[in-house]
């Protein structure tokens, strides 16, 4: 089992950052890749970023490419996601996510975090 923790969250103006964390316990956290999700009302959870167990490859969804960066602090057992020039369209709720394997396989990681909501006003 692996528990996350998100924060970071929160009231935004458009093209301004915004630096989210999530803290995992419960699993050796630099054994397992780690991502990012989106989800708005009414629509499926969305892919944003992964990254592999040692930060040496990471992965993102074409809309944030450029704008968003995802990184870990393995001795912290901590995962970011920096986001930058934000857009009113970026408004959702973003989750943080666990595999169960060094590589992130696909978009269905095993773990989910209960959510921190990210609002951009234009």
């Known amino acids: 089992q692996v528990q996350l ?3 970071g969250g929160g009231l935004v103006q458009a093209g301004g950052p915004l630096r989210l964390s999530c ?3 419960g699993r050796t956290f630099s054994s397992i890749a ?3 999700f989106c989800q708005v009302p009414g629509k499926e959870r969305d892919f ?3 990254i592999n167990r040692s930060g040496g490859g990471t992965y993102y969804a074409d809309s944030v490419k450029g704008r968003f960066t995802i990184s870990r602090d393995n001795a912290r057992s901590t995962v970011y996601l920096q986001m930058t020039s934000l ?3 970026d408004t959702a709720v973003y ?3 666990a595999y169960s394997s060094p590589v ?4 269905n990681p095993s773990y989910w975090g209960q ?3 990210v609002t951009v006003s234009s």
């Open 104 to 107: 992130a396989a696909g978009r």
């Open 5 to 7: 923790l998100e924060s």
């Open 115 to 117: 959510g921190t909501q």
């Open 34 to 36: 780690m991502g990012w």
């Open 48 to 50: 944003v970023a992964t």
């Open 87 to 89: 857009k009113p369209e």
């Open 95 to 97: 989750y943080c996510a």
């Open 23 to 25: 803290v995992a316990s």
